[in-house]
Nanobody, 120 residues
Framework: QVQLVESGGGLVQAGGSLRLSCAASGSIYSINAMNWYRQAPGKQRELVATITRGGIPNYVDSVKGRFTISRDNAKNTVYLQMDSLKPEDTAVYYC??????????????WGQGTQVTVSS
């Protein structure tokens, strides 16, 4: 009933930029927090950035000053602008959102993931 579809991943050289998008669709009354996670090979999935419905962002220390999370509530979409990319940013990036249904219950949904590869 609800889908999160990510786009924007790819291969970029160190110091470059990428912009990820994640659009939610389906039976959605509202969306609470929207988040970006990443998982590098052999590592645990980590929370990279989060943004409240009101637009308040928060970041893991390793991306502060380089990544910017934003959202468009009218489009049910969250973005992650990634600048000054480093090889250690290489990972599969996943969006996750707390979506409230028309029955006013909140469920967590995940996107399918998009690969970001930063070459040195």
């Amino acid at each position: 009933q609800v889908q999160l579809v990510e786009s924007g991943g790819g291969l970029v050289q160190a110091g470059g930029s990428l912009r990820l998008s994640c659009a939610a669709s389906g039976s959605i009354y509202s969306i609470n927090a929207m988040n970006w996670y990443r998982q590098a090979p052999g590592k645990q999935r980590e929370l990279v950035a989060t943004i409240t419905r009101g637009g308040i962002p928060n970041y893991v220390d390793s991306v502060k000053g380089r990544f910017t999370i934003s959202r468009d509530n009218a489009k049910n979409t969250v973005y992650l602008q990634m600048d000054s990319l480093k090889p250690e940013d290489t990972a599969v990036y996943y969006c996750q959102a707390g979506i409230v249904s028309y029955t006013r219950r909140e469920f967590g949904y995940w996107g399918q993931g998009t690969q970001v590869t930063v070459s040195s």
